[in-house]
């Protein structure tokens, strides 16, 4: 009789296999072989982006007189498309961005999200002001609250742009 009843926590298992993922010639990882075609491909089509994405911006420096050597310049405009592409984090847009998931989620056309809304006593000129980008007022924090079904700190911390992660850096 075994006094441990609990399996051992290192443990192998000889029938799984995994392949490695490589970078650049460095082994960063093991994969299931079965996902691996996937991501590296993914992971491929990334740097193709990035690298579409800076000759983009460096014939539109040539064509509007910039420097396309200036590489301040370069990350700059680079940047600026890929904040452009990317759902707000912050403030009124954010919440505009949520809502729309939120009406997407219910599979519901603009008509009847507006009147969904309504019920929960968030108006149709309230949701066209937050649409418009315009400041939320307190007063609308619970029924957004309620059809978002996000606690009120939550939604404060959206609104105020607290704790957001800068990752703009990793795609240029």
């Not at 990317?86 to 056309?109: N, V, W």
Request: aromatic share 6%.
């Amino acid at each position: 009789m075994s006094l441990r009843d609990k399996p051992l926590d290192w443990q192998i298992n000889v029938h799984d296999f995994y392949v490695p993922l490589i970078y650049k010639g460095k082994n960063v990882g093991l994969i299931d072989p079965q996902y691996a075609k996937g991501i590296t491909n993914i992971l491929n089509g990334e740097e193709s982006i990035k690298k579409a994405l800076r000759l983009a911006c460096e014939d539109l420096l040539t064509e509007y007189e910039g420097d396309p050597k200036d590489i301040n310049q370069l990350k700059s405009l680079m940047r600026e498309y890929i904040t452009r592409t990317r759902k707000p984090k912050a403030g009124t847009p954010a919440i505009a961005a949520l809502l729309k998931e939120r009406q997407k989620e219910l599979d519901i056309s603009q008509l009847e999200f507006v009147r969904f809304c309504d019920s929960y006593k968030l108006s149709p000129d309230d949701l066209k002001s937050i649409y418009n980008g315009e400041n939320i007022e307190s007063r609308l924090f619970p029924p957004l609250c309620r059809i978002l079904g996000k606690e009120t700190e939550d939604l404060i911390a959206i609104i105020e742009g607290q704790e957001l992660d800068d990752d703009d850096n990793d795609l240029l």
